[in-house]
């Protein structure tokens, strides 16, 4: 059966997707030659919870020139998925960058949180990113601002692990795009699934899994796109 077909059939549809979906829209992923941590000597330092805490300065310069791309548009990936999430599925996503929900979806699960939600720890008020941007001190009372993403050494919120365990248990079709699939507890997800769930992975490189898979190995822009031509 082709992707198309099984995306078809199926009654509930869960994506899980990684920086690979948006390498298209001009955001480097992590690991690879060009990506974000290349060339940095210690870059899960820079994004830990000690380095907020103990280098603020060093954390915001960090995130702030590395990491924000607020002019960036989502891509044939995040359209199509986010039409066929919306008409009968998910999207659970490592990504920080927003994409899914520009491009549309309504149902999004942000696994490791949003840059685009930033909040003063000090105070706990909310702050438009833009401000962040252009100073990482809450102008109202000082505190250091921070962005709502998840860092090194913190756990993943509760709510929504449990959120996403809800979704992978509901699909009967799940489709991992674009990530390595190394980081836990986000790869450990598939564990939850439906028995009779069918699992399909798309990725440059090949992934290893310990439960039958359809995997296609090629670009993600591609799959996608071709799926949105009319047959």
């Known amino acids: 059966m082709t992707f198309k077909s ?6 509930h549809v869960v994506f899980l997707t990684g ?45 702030t020139q590395q990491m924000y791309f607020p002019n960036a548009k989502p891509n044939v990936i995040h359209q199509v998925m986010a039409t066929i999430a919306n008409q009968k599925g998910q999207i659970i996503t490592q990504n920080v960058d927003g994409l899914h929900t520009k491009a549309g979806a ?11 939600r930033v909040t003063c720890q000090k105070c706990g008020q909310s ?23 998840v860092l090194y050494e913190e756990p993943i919120d509760p709510t929504v692990i449990e959120q996403a365990i809800q979704a992978i248990e509901a699909a009967d079709l799940i489709v991992v795009v674009g990530t390595s699939f ?18 399909v992975a798309i990725n440059q490189e090949i992934l290893q899994f310990e439960m039958p898979v359809t995997m296609i190995q090629a670009d993600a822009a591609t799959i996608f796109a071709a799926l949105a031509t009319k047959e």
Request: charged share 15%; with cysteine.
């Open 182 to 199: 190394r980081v836990y507890p986000f790869a450990s997800l598939i564990e939850d699934r439906c028995p009779d769930a069918q699992l």
């Open 106 to 116: 309504r149902d999004v699960i942000e696994f490791h949180g949003s840059l685009y």
């Open 127 to 149: 702050v438009p990113y833009q401000a962040y941007l252009t100073d990482m001190h809450h102008q109202n009372c000082g505190g250091i601002l921070r962005p709502d993403i």
């Open 19 to 63: 920086a690979g979906v948006s390498t298209a829209s001009g955001i480097p992923d992590y690991r690879s030659k060009t990506g974000l941590y290349h060339q940095q000597a210690n870059p899960e330092y820079l994004l830990s919870h000690t380095n907020l805490v103990t280098h603020p300065a060093s954390f915001y310069e960090f995130v």
């Open 6 to 11: 099984m995306l078809q059939v199926a009654q």
